[in-house]
């Protein structure tokens, strides 16, 4: 397994296997790996001749008051776990040579973000688009894995490179549950013992959504206000958000017909949770 | 000479040529070729194996009121001409798979692009930069040229390109004049025969600036002020902006040392000119 620090030598590393008629995948991540990480460079593997990761906590997707600081780094770790699922290449960069002090290039998807975490988060997904971005255009891959639990990220991605005509396949990947059905993430590590109890209600609220659709229920607001009065029932949570949305525009939906996006954000102690699914009207 | 229209034929197309490890001039433009196109296509056709041009009249870089619509178009005659100087391929993309009607990703450039025309024509160069990025995405080159005319627009791009990290080398060509020194533009076509002996005196304007620092003029408050009365006792002019700017970060100068760019944008009739140069102090 290489690892690569800088762009040009990442650059030129790619430029080769592309010669060779190798086919590139790409897991951008921002490191300490759980299974949701892994199983995205699993498909990977399976899906390209050449599997490169890179690990990089971007700095421009974080706003004022975010967790850019504390948030959690093993580097060892994170190579050993990369190493045992057959990554080629991990990319490293610098963040002095990903934004030198003139930097002031950034790309926005306008629609798709002003909705759920864009409207929580302001710049979050310019941060993101613009980083990956760059990192597409520094692995140059033939296809980029991303993980559905982040799904908003997922539809912008898809979005801006359609947009912009990059010529990768984006692959969203399921989301990766702990055994109790907390969602994996980075973050789940901010938790404390009692807190990790209740953020289990963003797992619950999507199980009891599930059951009201099935029992017949259509209405969006039904369902939502359910959701969040069983959130609110869990100690130390705090509700970003719980929509009901379509889940290719985003836009709100009021009734059920066919399938439609739930997504949560619940703030638990200092963790900001996402979860989400897709609900299916038979 | 290759005519491709399709966005997906075109990334096949160059996918080839780099597969057979071939290296790729583009040339992006919006037709109605002159000598200054010409002159890129024939400095790309040195500098590389293929040689790409695009003929697109971008429409998110016009804003309301602006050309779109009257802006000069001769097909038949660019392709006679990109034949004439070699060109391997012709990349003619149709506005509506360029930006289907839920298109909505955007490129920008924050700093260089809030000054001269950045300044009189707000998102123009988003739109600029978004086109960009799309055509490289498609045309995949090695290289990019670009006409040094459009100074603003250059750096703009050739920032652009070092913060996105894109593998490409951004190459600028000089401007291209008639022979009683107006630079040449698509736009000269507006010019009525009385119009048109006014539009030299952005050229002479030039010439007055560099009489002005051979003879040991430093101040640019002054040097401006002569150039804008000079401009202004021609008729049909109307002036936009006359700047003396730092030519790597376009910041205003007040005093001369080194290199500096001489800008100026002026109307004449109903045709908006641009012209510069870098004025040296020795």
Same mark, same amino acid.
């Given at each position: ?11 030129? *590393? ?5 010669k ?11 490191? /300490? ?13 399976? *899906? ?10 971007? $700095?421009i997707?974080?706003?004022?008051? #975010? =967790? ?10 994170? %190579?050993?776990?990369? #190493?045992? &699922?057959?990554?080629? &290449?991990?990319?490293? $960069?610098?963040?002095? @040579?990903? /934004?030198?002090? =003139?930097y ?26 613009? &980083? &990956? ?7 140059? $891959? ?5 993980? *559905? ?16 005509? /990059?010529?990768i #396949? ?26 990790? !109890? ?5 797992y ?32 130390y ?9 379509h889940?290719?525009? *985003?836009?709100?939906? @009021? ?8 997504? %949560?954000?619940?703030?638990?102690? !200092? ?8 609900? #299916?009207?038979?």
């Open positions: 397994m290489k690892i690569v620090n800088k762009v040009r030598q990442m650059q030129v *590393l790619s430029d080769k296997f592309k060779e008629g190798k086919k590139i995948a790409f897991v951008p991540t921002m490191g /300490y790996f759980h299974k949701g990480h892994l199983s995205l460079m699993e498909r990977g593997r399976e *899906l390209a001749d050449i599997l490169v990761i890179s690990i990089f906590v971007n $700095p997707q974080f706003g004022p008051g #975010e =967790d850019f600081m504390e948030y959690p780094r093993d580097l060892e770790r994170d %190579l050993s776990l990369a #190493e045992g &699922v057959g990554v080629d &290449v991990v990319f490293i $960069p610098e963040a002095e @040579e990903m /934004y030198p002090p =003139d002031q290039t950034y790309l926005e998807v306008t629609g798709l973000t002003q909705h759920l975490c864009g409207l929580s988060r302001p710049g979050h997904f310019r941060g993101v688009t613009t &980083v &990956v971005a760059k990192l597409f255009n520094i692995v140059k $891959p033939d296809i980029a894995l991303f993980g *559905l639990k982040d799904y908003q990220q997922y539809i912008v991605i898809k979005r801006m490179v359609r947009d912009l005509n /990059y010529d #396949e984006v692959v969203g990947c399921p989301i990766i549950r702990e055994e109790d059905g907390l969602a994996m993430s980075s973050r789940n590590t901010y938790l404390t013992p009692e807190q990790r !109890k209740s953020a289990l209600c963003l619950q609220g999507i199980k009891l959504a599930e059951r009201l659709v099935r029992e017949g229920q259509r209405d969006a607001k039904i369902i939502i206000k359910e959701v969040i009065d069983y959130i609110e029932s869990k100690p949570t705090q509700i970003d958000y719980v929509k009901i949305c889940p290719e525009t *985003l836009d709100d939906l @009021e009734y059920l017909n066919d399938k439609a996006l739930l997504a %949560l954000a619940v703030r638990v102690g !200092k963790a900001r949770l996402i979860d989400n699914t897709i609900l #299916e009207v038979r």
